[in-house]
């Protein structure tokens, strides 16, 4: 069973920076997607950056182009998402999800497409 796992929250200002990790046990490790989504409160939640582990490719939310930065450790089975220029519209609920069937069209990142969740790691930015 593919158990994903959360950490690097926090608090931090307008302008900072923080590096979100999660790990993945469980499961194969290559040829699987694995995404960054968020949720703010009352808000839907929105597909932030994802990558294909098997080369490397990234897609990345409008909102977060040129500020996020999602990369992945193949001998750690992780996955990071580097937050810098964080603004307070960045403040929510982020989860890593995993799957190995997914086809991203248009860069949009569909939470519907991934069955493998972690239990989240609260971002505020102040």
């Known amino acids: 069973q593919v158990q994903l796992v959360e950490s690097g929250g926090g608090s931090v200002q307008a302008g900072g920076s923080l590096r979100l990790s999660c790990t993945r046990t469980?499961?194969?490790?290559?040829?699987?997607?694995m995404a960054w989504f968020r949720q703010a409160p009352g808000k839907e939640r929105e597909g932030v950056a994802a990558?294909?582990?098997?080369?490397?490719?990234?897609y990345y939310a409008d909102s977060v182009k040129g500020r996020f930065t999602i990369s992945h450790d193949f001998a750690k089975s992780t996955i990071y998402l580097q937050m810098d220029s964080l603004k307070p519209e960045d403040t929510a609920m982020y989860y890593c999800?995993?799957?190995?069937?997914?086809?991203?069209?248009?860069?949009?990142?569909?939470?519907?497409?991934?069955?493998?969740w972690g239990q989240g790691t609260q971002v505020t930015v102040s």
């Open positions: 469980g499961d194969t490790y290559s040829r699987n997607c």
């Open positions: 999800a995993a799957d190995s069937a997914v086809l991203i069209l248009g860069g949009i990142i569909k939470a519907e497409d991934f069955t493998y």
């Open positions: 990558i294909y582990t098997n080369d490397d490719s990234t």
